[in-house]
Each structure stands twice: as C-alpha cells, then as structure tokens.
C-alpha cells in the first residue's frame, strides 16, 4: 500500500489518527515542526509512540517551507493526504497574526499545490466549527452561509475550505473539509479548557469561565472524529451535478468538493463538564466568572445529518464517557 500524508502527526488529532491508521495496516508519513505554540515534550511523547512503529516515517517539516514542500511530494506520490497541521488557538491569535498566515494561509496553498502536483485522489483536511462565528441559528449546518467569522483563526479556515474548493474547480482535485467540533480526548492539547481547567484543579488554582460559564460547547471525542475521517479518507467527493450557481448551496458544488460537520450533535453546558472534572479528579474548582473574551461565540451545535447519510456514522461518545477518558489519560500522565 503506498503511504498515506498525515500532516500535524505530533499533534493531538494527528497522532490518535496516525495511530488508528498505522493499527489497520496502512503506512504513514507523518510531518509536523514540532513547534512550540504549546509543551513541545507532550508533542514528542506521542511521536515517540509512532515511531515505535515500523510502517511509520516521520519528517520534521514546517508546511510553510515552500521547498521543502515541493521536495516532499517530489519524492511521494500520495494517493491521499490528510492534513491536520496548523496554528490553532482563536485567543493566541489576537496577539500573534502572523503565525496564522504563515501556517494556515501559505502553508496550505503550499499543500494544495503538492497535492495537484502528485495527482493526489483526496485531500482531506480540517476545517473548524469557528466558521460559524457570528451565525445564531441552531444547529450549525453547512449548507448555510458563514461569511462573518468574529477571529482571525476562524477566517483562515474559512479561506482553506475557499482555497480547497478553488483547486477542486481548477483541477479536479478531489477535497473534503471537516469543520471539527470542540475535540477532547487522552492526548489533548494543554491550551484547551479541559485541560486548563484539570491542571488549575490538580493544583488548587481557580478556573477562568467566560461569559460567567453561561455557555456551551459540542465536545466531540477524538476517537469520534477519527472514526469520522477513516471513513471519508476512501471516499472522495464526486461533485453534484445538480447545484446551482442561482441558488448556491455553501457545503456542495459542481467541483469535487465537499464539507462536513463532525461533532457530537448535543451542546453540553460548560458547568456541567467543570463539574465531571472535578467529580473524576475528586477535587471541587474554584471558579473565575468572567465577562465574554472577544473571538469567543455563546453556542456551538453541529447539524451532522450529512456525515451521517454519506457515511453512515454518527459521534456517539457521550460527554460522561469522554471525559472519563481525558482524566484518565491526565491522572496517569501527569502522576496525579
């Protein structure tokens, strides 16, 4: 079987995928630049773990080196690419806007352009709920518009699922994004809130809860949304030959392209997860009520009618099992 491309392996949705598709016997090339945006030791564990496996390369590369991105896919010819790199973090963004444009703006067109290169048969890629941004009507759906993103790392996605469809338009090549729900898991990245709120927790500091924890969240499991992508990797978007530039639909198109939502489909309240926290690590939060931090929105709920028609899976790791596992994975990574 030739390699699959796995971008952003170190990282935390790179890696449990990297592992499941290692685990069904299909070799892997992952890249990441190992960069230090968060612990680059917890990075390096999970790589440590890959490595350990024989079908498994890895190449230390930043998706922005031109060259070094031409040189990859000189050297492989893809058949698929799934790519999860990229600078994440919607409050990081208002100090740093830079780094989004070098990884998620340039290092894409990068991508994009190795993948037409090879003849590449699917570019998977992740997209963000964040794409919503101003949007209040529930649940989130695809097919509706969502041009008024309220960050900068939301507008970067929006522009990859653009930057995706113009390619798929031009070239035929076939590309699927997947706007990616609030993911947690074993594994997780220490800049996201169940993370910082088990370390402030564990160490008797309180947790800061936006918009005075009046909000909520479609936490979706990271095994769900690997389930998800092993499933779409086989199938490539054919194009609709029925949409309509008259009436145009925001998830579909005439092109070979195609959008998702991947999440649990049930917003959770963000109490009711600090409480599972504290119940699993035995310990009782102090709390931070704190007013709305710009960039953040009030809702998040994922419509995933059409993930479930096209591939006949529905995220299904309900919010009490899921967080069982994260602290779990935390209690013995951390010696707590």
């Given at each position: ?8 392996c ?168 997947l ?17 910082l709120?088990a ?31 092993v ?25 070979p392209?195609r ?7 049930r ?9 599972l ?29 059409d ?16 967080v ?13």
């Amino acid at each position: 079987m030739a390699n699959l491309l796995v971008t952003g392996c170190a990282g935390f949705i790179g890696f449990h995928l990297t592992q499941r598709l290692l685990g069904e016997g299909r070799p892997v090339i992952g890249i990441d630049n190992l960069n230090d945006y968060y612990d680059p030791a917890l990075k390096q564990a999970r790589l440590d773990r890959l490595m350990a496996h024989p079908n498994f390369t890895f190449e230390k590369l930043d998706l922005a080196d031109r060259a070094g991105m031409q040189a990859l896919f000189a050297r492989h010819r893809f058949p698929a690419v799934v790519h999860l790199a990229a600078q994440a973090g919607v409050r990081y963004s208002l100090q740093n806007p830079h780094a989004y444009a070098d990884s998620n703006l340039e290092g894409f067109i990068n991508l994009l352009e190795g993948c037409r290169q090879v003849e590449c048969r699917h570019l998977v890629f992740a997209s963000s709920s964040s794409v919503y941004g101003a949007n209040t009507k529930l649940p989130f759906s695809v097919h509706d518009n969502v041009d008024h993103p309220v960050s900068l790392y939301a507008a970067t996605k929006k522009a990859n699922e653009l930057l995706a469809h113009s390619y798929s338009h031009l070239y035929r090549l076939p590309t699927t994004g997947l706007r990616l729900f609030t993911v947690y898991g074993p594994w997780y990245r220490p800049d996201m809130a169940l993370y910082l709120f088990a370390r402030a927790i564990t160490a008797g500091q309180p947790i800061n809860l936006f918009n005075h924890g009046q909000m909520r969240r479609d936490f979706t499991h990271v095994d769900d949304i690997v389930e998800a992508i092993v499933r779409i990797i086989d199938r490539p978007p054919q194009g609709d030959p029925n949409w309509s530039g008259v009436k145009p639909d925001s998830g579909t198109s005439r092109a070979p392209w195609r959008i998702y939502n991947v999440g649990n489909s049930r917003p959770e309240e963000l109490m009711h997860v600090v409480a599972l926290l504290e119940q699993g690590l035995g310990r009782v939060a102090q709390k931070n009520l704190l007013p709305m931090q710009p960039g953040d929105v009030l809702d998040t709920f994922a419509d995933v009618d059409d993930l479930v028609r096209d591939i006949g899976f529905r995220p299904r790791v309900a919010i009490e099992q899921g967080v069982e596992t994260f602290v779990t994975w935390y209690r013995d990574y951390h010696r707590v």
